[in-house]
């Protein structure tokens, strides 16, 4: 999810020394571009826009706005994109959450492409530190890790690893509108739907649809109808 002005600006103080310059214009693009997020959802002018802003148009962008260009692509199913915008922080000096965001998206980058062998490399060489940090970070973190180390496993084909790895490393519902929890259950449709077990299938997505009925409400309008159109892409095996 995009964060909103007001989280990232607080997300800015934390990490990132000091602003650079022409921060307050920024600040009101970002303003501008999640006003569009709130109203329109994930778009590739929204991805392109954002690429634009705070990548592409700096000399030195900050690697959370490279990694947010990565997310915005990857929602829209351009993996390509969002390689290239990841391959600008393959040799660079992270701080320990960035390059734990960083991990998170390169194994689900090469997972989602189908790039296995490589997927369960990058995993060897920083398992170790992935599941350090993971105990430093808040539970929804630490679900985005285990999101994409089971998306690890289905591309290996290793489906029952990717399900078990995924129901049992101990996420606790964060409340009645938890769309972290939601995304969990939508991947694991989408390993359900690589074994060919339809009744398996049938299972999880009713235990996405179970999860939506207890939402109250919804972030933004368009939030409900895009879990619906996720839910029903996992089945058929998108992601």
Known sequence: MMLSPQERERKKGVFAKALRSGGNADTKRYMELYADFSELG????????????FVNEHKKPLAEDILQTVRLFDRIRDFGSAEFYLDMLKDKKL???DKFGYCIEALKNKSKQGHWRDAVDF??????????HSEKVDMKQRADLYIA?????????KYMQAFKLLMNFGYKPQGRNDSKLLEIL?????????????????????????AMKLFTEYEHPWLKAFYEK????AAQGII
Do not use: P, W
């Open 42 to 53: 994930y778009t590739r002018e929204l991805a392109e826009n954002y690429a634009d802003a």
């Open 95 to 97: 701080n320990n959450d």
């Open 123 to 132: 995993r060897t060489e920083n398992i170790n530190f992935m599941q350090n």
């Open 149 to 157: 180390l089971a998306l690890v496993d289905c591309a290996a084909k």
């Open 186 to 210: 939508i991947t694991g449709i989408y390993i359900c739907s690589h074994t060919g077990n339809q009744e398996s299938i049938d299972n999880a997505v009713e235990n996405a649809h179970g």
């Open 230 to 233: 996720q839910i029903e892409d």
